[in-house]
Each structure stands twice: as C-alpha cells, then as structure tokens.
C-alpha cells in the first residue's frame, strides 16, 4: 500500500506536456533526437572531410575552403533564438517537420554540388535548418514526458548530441573513403523516416499568444550572434588583433546592448526578460557556454593529438576517440536515475570535476611515444562520464521553462552552447600556436585550458537551486 504516497505528487501538481504518460513519448523522443543527431553530426563529420575537398576543388583556397564549415557553424549559432520563437508563435511540429524537410533538400544540394560556391550555399540552408529543427525537436519531445521522467529524457537527448560529435570524425572518415559527398547523402533516409514518423507521433503544442513576431529583436539577435561567432571562428585565420576580428567584437557588443536595450523597452520581446529572472535558466545557460569552452576544445584537441604527435590516420584518431561518446551513451541512460539520486546540482558540479580529472590524466599521463591503453584510454572515458553527469543537469535548466517559451529558451541554450564551442576551439588554437604541428607542451598548456574550463563550468554548477525543477 505504499504506491499512493509515490503516486500523489504527480497527480497533485499539474505536468507542463499535454499528456504525462503518453506512451508514445519515447518515440516522440526519438524522431526529435534524430533531428539533434543530424544537426550535430554534420558540423563535426565535415572536419575531415577537408582533404578530400581540396582534391574536388583544386583551384579552391583553403579560406574558401573553411566556409563550407564555418558558414554552417556562423549561421546556425545566429538563427537558433529566432528559430525557437517562431516554432513557439507558430506550431512547433510544423517548424520540425519543414526544418526536415529543408535539412533533407540542402543535404541532396551539398551531395551534388558541381562547385565549392553551391556546396557552401547549401551548406548555408542547412544550417538555416537546423537551427530550426534543434530548439524545436527539445520544445517538442519535453511536454510528452511526466516530470519524474524528465531528466532522463533530456540525459538521452543531450547524449545524442555528444554521440554525434565524438562519432562525427569516426563516421566522416568512413564515409570518406568512398567519397565526401556520401556525409550529406547518408542524411537524406534519415529526414524521410523523420519526416514520415514525426507527421504521425509529434503532438501539436499550444502556440504562444503574443503581439506578433518581434522582427526587430530576431534582427539584432541574428546580427549580434553572427559577428559573434564569425569574430571566433575567423579569428585564428584573421589574426586576434586584425581589422576584421577587432571589427566583428565591436560591431557584436554595440548589437548586443542595443538589443538587451530593446528586450527591456520591448512588450513581447524575442526573448522575455522573466526567461533569464528564473535562476536556473540563468545558471543553465552560463554553465553551458563554461562546459563547451572546454568540450570543443577536447574533442578538437585529441584530433590534432593522435594524428599530430602520435601519427594515427584519421580513421584510427576516429575511432580512438569513440570511448568517449560510447561512455556518454552508456551513462546518459542513467542520468535521470542519477539525477534523482543525487541532485542536479551535485550531477552538474561531479560532471566537471570528472571532466577535469580526465584531462588532468592526459596531462599527467599522455607523452609523445604512443600508449593508448594507458594513457589515452582512462582520459578518454573520464571526460565521457563527465559529459553523461554535467550536460543533461545543465540542459535540465529547459524544464523549468514556461512551457509556451521552450523553444525559444532552447533556442537561447543551444546558442551558448555553440558560441562557447566557437570560442573554445579559437582560444586553444591560439594556444597550440602557428604551427602545423604542435609541440607536446603546446598540447599539455590546452589540457591546462580544459581544466580550468571545466572546473569553471562545476562551480556555475553549485548556483543550482536545492528546490529547482532539475531535482524534482
């Protein structure tokens, strides 16, 4: 007879989906994750595809080169807060299924483009799409799941993210080998079964009653996050002090005051200023941009570490870095238990110390003669249970959200999450230096850096409020 007690909280307090224990809420999950998979996994697949670019399109420079990635990296950083508030004004599973469809449609273009200025054209649209299908897929698969089961669900979520990042370089160098355009068509069976089971399985979410659409705001969003990004991205190439980096903080910082300046003056601004006066949307969102600093810089990193020092091929670099997506995989299905344990606070601030130690092991372990096993492998599952105990306890921050602002709040934390990545790889490029090869010092000086990020991303982790949505 102890199963009323259990049962009463949840009947007591009202769930913020439409349907708590829909059975279909692990399918809905699903469909949205293969959205975030796909989103992902084609900003880090293309990385290794650049070789073979330079071989389609010799009269190419590799500055022209570099935008088949950064305009995708530019773009989707600039359109997610904007993405998000259109699917919360409109019909959120109209914006996933069109952001599909454009997905599906970009990647036919990428797979067949003639030239390098088509292939970065449709690099551009799917972008577009994905910042539309990201924001949304979580704004979707959120209200279908009771609270108790809520931190599992964004656990899984957030580890497709990082399954698609640490597999994305696996997985791109396989498909390599028969051709770069074959990353691009792998997507399209995948928007198909998307788009086909989403129309049946995502539920229709009540819009948002607002004024309209604040242009204005999107605007000054998508300018600030742009020049943003772009100063990051380009700024290893540029050069740190050149006109064009200096050029791009300025104009970010003028369009971001005079943005913070609208949402206060604004009467349904793009983003509500009762988003960020909820302390752990405030915590969520600077502990995300802190924990991607250090992240990015990671998986970036090993790269360059197996096939600079030790001399792997970028298969074998691949596929020595996939312990630590494997180690996410595994955990993230854990998450909600842990979370329930032990809170998210602690899951958070565990995370990052984890996190740490595992680059702390690279540190102390990891030298210029080759020893997997020993002193690569242990750093490797480290940083992977750091990511399965930070990331859904920091993403958790969406389920105290008003449910008519999920996507757009979604929206606002994956774009942390994208300019902390940004930023991340640019900072460790300055300190790996100029050279093509970096010396085994400039490799232990960016452990140092994750280190430090990652401690950092603990501490934002200790803000969590005992009594916070993320530990009911």
């Known amino acids: 007879m102890t199963s009323t007690p259990e049962t009463k909280p949840v009947d007591a307090a009202p769930a913020a989906g439409p349907a708590p224990a829909d059975p279909r809420r692990w399918l809905v999950l699903t469909v949205a994750s293969a959205a975030q998979f796909l989103a992902i996994l084609d900003l880090f697949a293309v990385t290794v595809a650049f070789p073979a670019l330079e071989k389609s399109f010799p009269q190419a420079s590799l500055a022209s080169m570099s935008w088949v990635l950064n305009g995708y990296t530019i773009v989707l950083a600039a359109l997610l807060i904007p993405a998000g508030r259109l699917a919360d004004e409109t019909s959120r599973k109209g914006s996933f299924l069109i952001g599909m469809v454009l997905f599906g449609l970009s990647s036919v273009g990428c797979a067949v483009a003639p030239g390098l200025t088509v292939l970065i054209i449709a690099r551009v649209v799917q972008a577009v799409a994905a910042a539309v299908l990201v924001p949304t897929s979580l704004g979707l698969a959120l209200p279908a799941f009771p ?163 030790w001399q792997y091929s970028v298969l074998r670099a691949g596929l020595g870095i996939a312990p630590t997506p494997v180690t996410v995989m595994i955990l993230s299905a854990l998450s909600g238990r842990i979370i329930r344990r032990i809170g998210a606070r602690a899951s958070a601030v565990s995370g990052g110390v984890v996190f740490a130690v595992g680059c702390a092991w690279w540190f102390a372990a990891a030298g210029p003669a080759p020893h997997y096993a020993a002193a690569y492998l242990p750093g490797a599952i480290l940083v992977g249970a750091g990511n399965a105990l930070i990331q859904p306890a920091l993403f958790g921050a969406a389920g105290g959200l008003p449910a008519e602002q999920l996507s757009v709040g979604s929206g606002t934390l994956m774009m942390s999450r994208q300019i902390g990545s940004a930023l991340g790889v640019a900072l460790l490029t300055a300190i790996l230096g100029s050279s093509e090869h970096p010396t085994m010092g400039a490799f232990r000086h960016g452990w140092i850096y994750m280190i430090v990020t990652a401690l950092l991303a603990a501490l934002a982790g200790l803000r969590y409020r005992a009594d916070s949505p993320a530990e009911a």
Request: positive net charge; aromatic residues 10%.
């Open 147 to 309: 609270e108790h089961e809520r931190s599992t669900a964004i656990g899984i979520w957030t580890a497709v993210a990082a399954v698609a990042a640490g597999s994305g370089p696996v997985l791109g160098g396989l498909l390599v080998e028969l051709s770069w355009r074959w990353i691009f068509l792998i997507n399209i069976p995948v928007c198909a079964v998307a788009v086909l089971a989403g129309a049946r399985l995502l539920p229709q979410v009540p819009r948002k009653a607002s004024q309209g659409l604040d242009l204005l705001g999107s605007a000054l969003i998508l300018l600030a996050s742009g020049a943003l990004t772009m100063a990051f991205v380009e700024a290893p190439d540029w050069g740190y002090a050149s006109p064009g980096t200096l050029g791009c903080f300025v104009a970010a910082v003028v369009l971001i005051l005079a943005c913070l300046r609208h949402i206060r003056r604004a009467s349904d601004p793009i983003i509500s200023p009762t988003l960020f006066a909820i302390r752990l949307f405030r915590v969520g969102t600077v502990g995300i941009f802190l924990y991607y600093l250090a992240f990015a810089s990671m998986l970036f990193e090993a790269a360059l570490f197996l096939t600079g020092q």
